[in-house]
C-alpha cells in the first residue's frame, strides 16, 4: 500500500480515493468519518492541499491477516506546513478483488503538544 503513502504526500485525491472502501469510517482525532467522500473532503481540507510540501511516515508494530481482511496497527508521523502530528493508528484492510482497499482508521495522537498543534 505504498502507492497510498506516496498519493497521500503528492496530494494525488484520486489515487488516494482508490485506496478507501467505498464505506471507509475514519476515527481522526475528536471526529468521525464515514464513506470516501466524507473521508476525501476531511483529507483534502486538511492535508492535501499541502503537498508537495507534505510529508507523511508510518512503522508498522503489527499486522495479522485473517482471510480477507488485514489488521494492522502503527506509528504515524505528519509534518505540514501548518503542523506536526506524531501519533498511533490502527487499520483494516479489506481484499477487493486484487486489491486491498482500507475499510477502518483509527488514529490518536501520541502526546500533548501533538495535540495543541494540531488545529481543525
Not at 66 to 95: A, N
Request: proline share 4%.
Amino acid at each position: 500500500m505504498r502507492h497510498c503513502t506516496s498519493a497521500f504526500e503528492s496530494g494525488n485525491a484520486t489515487e488516494l480515493e482508490a485506496c478507501f472502501d467505498p464505506e471507509i469510517i475514519l476515527f481522526a482525532l475528536q471526529r468521525e468519518y464515514r464513506g470516501r467522500k466524507e473521508v476525501m473532503n476531511y483529507l483534502q481540507g486538511r492535508f492535501l492541499k499541502y503537498a508537495p510540501n507534505l510529508r507523511y511516515k508510518m512503522k508498522l508494530d503489527d499486522v495479522k491477516l485473517f482471510g480477507d481482511t488485514l489488521w494492522s496497527t502503527y506509528d504515524y508521523e505528519i509534518i505540514s506546513p501548518q503542523e506536526h502530528l506524531v501519533g498511533r493508528g490502527m487499520s483494516m484492510c479489506r481484499k477487493d478483488g486484487v486489491s486491498w482497499r482500507i475499510r477502518n482508521m483509527h488514529n490518536s495522537l501520541r502526546d500533548p503538544e501533538s495535540l495543541a498543534a494540531a488545529k481543525p
